[in-house]
């Protein structure tokens, strides 16, 4: 095939290199979770430590990086994988999400990698009741609040950032102000948000199936309650990261 002058001039190197990037080191998970179905998933074919190893030195552009599940900490290697991306990306952010079933893992990791660049995630859906409800094995709920205090604890010594997600449904959402004065009592930032369907699973592109809102039947009072908080993502980024609420139908 003929290739135009311009094309053959073309040099790899010019092209734009990704900047941030979201990695999902598996989609093994120890809950339940209603608004996730990755622990459906019933074959597992995560990439090895070698692997993951492969694809970090490929990726030494990326500003911007997120671990992701499943859940993280279910992986033995989780604390070499995320040194691995420290030593071989060199992230000016590194964000990870946990559910904070695994505490002892989690505070191994963070005793290990933790810098000012890490923005970790623990996910609280509520008060006892509705969290354990949400996340499908009851008592998650004592498990997630211990360790979010021993992380907190770690907290002033490494500097990273630590936020609770929160899960805005018409069980929860009352429970908002419950979660605000949680989240201040460990110097955390409140992330509340929507669940999506699908999430992480489903090979249909978007013009098929199309995300929906999943446990938001009153849409008006649950983007009400996110756009009077102040807290969380708004008070760092307040247009970007709350214009798209108004588009949920």
């Given amino acids: 095939m003929a290739q135009s002058a311009a094309m053959a ?65 279910v992986r033995r290697d989780i604390v070499h994988l995320l040194a691995g991306v420290r030593e071989n990306i060199d992230p000016y952010i590194l964000q990870m999400t946990s559910n904070g079933m695994l505490g002892d893992r989690l505070v191994q990791a963070i005793e290990a990698v933790a810098w000012p660049g890490l923005q970790l995630r623990i996910s609280v859906d509520g008060l006892s009741a509705t969290h354990d409800k949400m996340r499908g094995v009851a008592g998650s709920h004592d498990t997630v609040v211990e360790t979010c205090r021993r992380v907190a604890e770690l907290q002033p010594q490494y500097g990273f950032k630590f936020g609770i997600n929160f899960a805005i ?24 948000g929507i669940n999506v369907d699908p999430f992480l699973v489903g090979t249909e592109p978007p013009e098929v199936r199309r995300p929906k809102v999943i446990m938001v039947d009153d849409k008006p009072r649950a983007l009400k309650a996110l756009e009077d908080a102040r807290v969380g993502t708004k008070r760092q980024l307040p247009m970007v990261d709350h214009l798209a609420s108004r588009f949920i139908t």
């Fill in 169 to 192: 449904t018409d069980q929860s959402v009352n429970e908002l102000d419950d979660m605000v004065r949680f989240a201040e009592s460990l110097g955390a930032d409140l992330i509340p």
């Fill in 9 to 73: 001039r073309l040099n790899p190197d010019w092209i734009p290199r990704p900047h941030a990037g979201h990695l999902i080191v598996t989609f093994k998970c120890n809950l339940k979770c209603a608004g996730c179905g990755s622990w459906k998933v019933r074959e597992h074919n995560d990439l090895t430590t070698e692997e993951w190893m492969s694809v970090f030195r490929q990726l030494s552009s990326l500003d911007v990086v997120k671990i992701l599940g499943g859940e993280p900490m």
